[in-house]
């Protein structure tokens, strides 16, 4: 069950251009989330903004009770949460919505990640790799060289990194959708595990179709109440013969990518 609760603040540093990671205190959270979860954050005690701002639990120390939340400045709520200070409390909601399927036997697991994306990806990185039978490997995609943020912790927790960059100033030069048939056919049994820019979640959407199996994709929608009840974060899923509306924050963020109508 999600909890409301104002959580310490342990650490809100600059991790990239305009890219921050911050750490806090919250064992109700940790104690429950799963990867591909999010929570629900008030970035300011005052009204404006009013609306809270979801955020990807990019990783969970459940020991230690600590979430952290990867964050890029895009608006007034991340420029006022990007000057929290250690010490401060942090008004979250979580955790929130549906996260990755971890019901998987032995085999190779394939993570795609655009951008900020990767945030949605590291914890489910982490847990795999905790398993045995698993082959882990993640392919993350960003603008430039200055933007790959957390490409070494991925490696730290095991996984086979490739990264791509637009402009090839580091990795492969390109979209990072391009390596996936070659690197991924006749791998055996695989799982594919997406987050990033909707352009790159059709792509994969479509490789899969062509290769029979059903991967799973977390969309990036903007949310108002962050429960279901606004319906603000509504988007068209694939329901038999015909369509219906799904809500990104409960029965989402993530869907699988058979059932998501990219047209929509």
Avoid at 240 to 255: A, L
Wanted: charged share 25%; proline share 5%; with cysteine.
């Amino acid at each position: 069950m999600p909890v409301l609760i104002k959580a310490p603040v342990l650490l809100n540093e600059q991790v990239g251009p305009g890219i921050f990671l911050m750490k806090v205190h919250a064992p109700a959270v940790t104690a429950e989330c799963k990867p591909g979860q999010f929570v629900h954050v008030r970035t300011t005690s005052e009204r404006d903004p009013l609306l809270r701002r979801p955020f990807s639990i990019y990783r969970k120390e459940k020991d230690a009770g600590n979430l952290q939340l990867l964050y890029e400045i895009r608006g007034k709520g991340t420029s006022l949460m990007a000057g929290i200070r250690a010490g401060e409390n942090l008004d979250l909601m979580g955790p929130l919505g549906r996260g990755w399927n971890l019901d998987r036997k032995p085999g190779t697991v394939i993570v795609i990640g655009g951008g900020m994306g990767t945030a949605s990806l590291l914890a489910l990185v982490e847990e795999f790799c905790s398993r045995k039978g698993f082959k882990i490997r993640a392919f993350l995609g960003f603008r430039e060289k200055k933007l790959v943020i957390g490409a070494e912790i991925f490696a730290r927790a095991g996984a086979e990194v490739t990264i791509a960059t637009d402009d090839g100033s580091c990795g492969y030069r390109g979209p990072i959708t391009d390596l996936l048939p070659r690197s991924v056919r006749g791998t055996g049994p695989f799982y594919i595990y997406a987050c990033g820019p909707q352009a790159m979640l059709r792509r994969v959407a479509e490789f899969c179709e062509l290769e029979g199996i059903v991967g799973e994709v977390s969309l990036d929608h903007r949310m108002a109440c962050g429960t279901g009840a606004c319906l603000g974060c509504s988007c068209r899923v694939k329901k038999k013969d015909s369509w219906t509306y799904s809500r990104t924050c409960v029965e989402g963020p993530v869907f699988t990518t058979s059932e998501v109508l990219w047209d929509g």
